[in-house]
């Protein structure tokens, strides 16, 4: 959903889009395929009345013109849906405003994650990969969202790194959330509809299905967890030192039935190879789901 880094204050005239009823608007702080994220802040005179009013005192707004705003609407409805599970990001309205630009916005309350991204978080790794504890805490957490969001008839189609948000759970850990439902589509759409092959999320994160415009169901959800969870042990892409070409060229391949997804081990924990090849098996059919991760035994084992 954001774009690197999470904190680094992007310019945007936020006078363009206005401030809310209850809200102001302040810097940026992220920008999605969409629509550009500010941090907002509820006017100290409405504070007495936050826990009534469902806002919180500082929050993730993200905003578009209302002409372009028709995916921020998806997500609302999305969001609106799968609202009990805690590992899904929390929406706390949705607002009209008007600034200075011409025409309306429209905005989503979003809770803020004040620890960032998954993409802001493993460059701090230098290039060795997050703790392992760490690693598999964040990994349960996206798989129970996960779960949420297939046995509601979703799927993501745009899991990586910068939209899964960090919010912190305890003095010293953070919690790991799926973010950015801008992409999201129901199951049975998608399996009734020709889709072309659907990039909004780089090839890096691509299932063979996914690139080859194939039936993306939750199994290339799963797929894109893989590519995350190395990411996260080794601190490197599991394409590192390919070229997008030769990615393409894979997976290409893959999708053909030749050939398979083969990953570099170095980093990665024994316990971490049959998870691995679990996400990576070519075959759609034959990938374990979410549900099946989790049920592996130090995953069942991990707190999250």
Excluded at 141 to 162: A, E, I, Q, S, T
Excluded at 183 to 208: C, D, F, H, M, N
Aim: charged share 25%; aromatic share 8%; net charge positive.
């Amino acid at each position: 959903m954001y774009k690197r880094s999470m904190h680094v204050h992007e310019f945007e005239d936020g006078a363009l889009y206005g401030d809310g009823d209850q809200w102001s608007r302040g810097p940026v702080i992220g920008k999605s395929g969409s629509g550009v994220v500010f941090l907002a802040t509820l006017n100290k005179y409405k504070r007495r009345r936050t826990i009534a009013n469902r806002l919180r005192p500082v929050m993730a707004v993200k905003s578009a013109g209302v002409s372009t705003s028709l995916p921020l609407l998806n997500e609302r409805m999305v969001l609106d849906e799968l609202q009990d599970c805690r590992y899904i990001r929390r929406i706390f309205g949705a607002e009209t405003t008007s600034g200075n630009g011409g025409e309306p916005a429209y905005n989503l309350l979003l809770e803020y994650p004040s620890g960032g991204t998954l993409e802001d978080l493993i460059p701090r790794s230098g290039g060795d990969g997050l703790p392992e504890d760490d690693v598999w805490r964040y990994t349960k957490c996206l798989l129970l969202g996960l779960v949420h969001l297939h046995d509601h008839g979703y799927v993501h189609r745009n899991l990586k790194p910068n939209n899964i948000v960090l919010l912190r759970c305890s003095s010293t850990e953070f919690m790991a959330k799926i973010g950015n439902y801008e992409s999201v589509a129901k199951i049975e759409r998608l399996q009734k509809t020709l889709w072309r092959p659907y990039s909004r999320t780089g090839v890096e994160y691509l299932s063979p299905e996914a690139f080859s415009g194939g039936n993306q169901g939750p199994a290339a959800d799963v797929w894109a967890v893989g590519c995350i969870v190395y990411e996260m042990l080794t601190g490197k892409s599991v394409w590192e030192g390919r070229e997008e070409v030769e990615i393409r060229a894979e997976l290409r391949k893959m999708k053909k039935g030749r050939g398979r997804m083969n990953i570099n081990p170095n980093g990665v924990p024994e316990n971490a190879k049959e998870f691995l090849k679990g996400c990576f098996e070519r075959e759609a059919e034959r990938r374990w789901t979410a549900e099946r991760l989790l049920r592996l035994p130090f995953l069942a084992r991990m707190s999250s």
